[in-house]
């Protein structure tokens, strides 16, 4: 007779999720000095961490805003990082609360990081999704709130090589997905052309550009 196993709850999801966290926190205190510096408001920078809860959606606005560049740029920008949340959802939501408050706040706690836990073992796993989403989202909101209250003390944020946080950022996402020479050529071929393009675009721009490009020659 084989014994059923014990199906995970949201505290074993939280319980996964504390070795990223204090990333997730460090992280959550750059955007917060950073936002802080290019003139996002306190609350702001908090309410944006709580609702859009997305680094690389938040960082590339950051980039757009620092450049005083249009709002089109910015939310473009965050609809083509964050495309793959469409495949991400579709893949849980058949594990969703199918009541439509829960099922909203549920949604909002899907990450990277949450997902992968929540599909591990194959079906998705709501409680694991929720408890890590939960543990991820106080870390990067309670560290943005953390960097947009105490950034001050850091003074000009390029001074301390917080400047790099935001190319250090995305490299990180680049390295991570990288599995052949020909992404690491359309990656070559993305840079080099959103550097040639930076001078004479709005802010925001190169990067919209940038995205269509490496689609194009990213494609088989």
């Given at each position: 007779?084989?014994?059923?196993?014990?199906?995970?709850?949201?505290?074993?999801?939280v319980?996964?999720?504390?070795?990223?966290?204090p990333?997730?926190?460090?992280?959550?205190?750059?955007?917060?000095?950073?936002?802080?510096?290019?003139?996002?408001?306190?609350?702001?920078?908090?309410?944006?961490?709580?609702?859009?809860f997305?680094?690389?959606?938040?960082?590339?606005s950051?980039?757009?805003?620092?450049?005083?560049?249009?709002?089109?740029?910015?939310?473009?920008?965050?609809?083509?990082?964050?495309?793959r949340?469409?495949?991400?959802?579709a893949?849980?939501?058949?594990?969703?609360?199918?009541?439509?408050?829960?099922?909203?706040?549920?949604?909002?706690?899907?990450?990277d990081?949450?997902?992968?836990?929540?599909?591990r073992?194959?079906a998705?796993?709501?409680?694991?999704?929720?408890?890590?989403?939960?543990?991820?989202?106080?870390?990067?909101?309670?560290?943005?709130?953390?960097?947009?209250?105490?950034g001050?003390?850091?003074?000009?944020?390029?001074?301390?090589?917080?400047?790099?946080?935001l190319?250090?950022?995305?490299?990180?996402?680049?390295?991570?997905?990288v599995h052949?020479?020909?992404?690491?050529?359309?990656?070559?071929?993305?840079?080099?052309?959103?550097?040639?393009?930076?001078?004479y675009?709005?802010?925001g721009?190169p990067?919209?550009?940038?995205?269509a490009?490496?689609?194009?020659?990213?494609?088989?």
């Amino acid at each position: 007779m084989t014994e059923r196993r014990a199906e995970p709850t949201a505290a074993d999801g939280v319980r996964l999720a504390l070795s990223f966290a204090p990333a997730d926190f460090v992280e959550g205190v750059a955007f917060g000095v950073i936002a802080a510096a290019v003139g996002l408001g306190a609350s702001q920078a908090i309410a944006m961490s709580a609702t859009a809860f997305s680094g690389s959606a938040q960082f590339a606005s950051l980039t757009v805003v620092s450049d005083r560049g249009s709002l089109a740029a910015v939310l473009l920008a965050v609809v083509a990082l964050n495309a793959r949340y469409l495949v991400f959802g579709a893949s849980v939501a058949p594990a969703l609360s199918r009541n439509p408050l829960r099922r909203v706040a549920e949604a909002q706690m899907l990450t990277d990081a949450s997902w992968a836990l929540a599909v591990r073992d194959g079906a998705p796993q709501r409680a694991l999704l929720v408890g890590a989403g939960a543990t991820s989202l106080v870390a990067w909101t309670s560290g943005t709130a953390a960097g947009v209250v105490f950034g001050g003390v850091f003074g000009d944020y390029r001074a301390v090589g917080l400047d790099a946080a935001l190319p250090a950022f995305f490299l990180c996402l680049l390295l991570e997905r990288v599995h052949s020479s020909r992404e690491i050529g359309t990656i070559v071929c993305a840079g080099a052309l959103a550097v040639a393009l930076t001078p004479y675009l709005p802010a925001g721009a190169p990067l919209l550009v940038v995205l269509a490009a490496a689609l194009a020659l990213g494609r088989p």
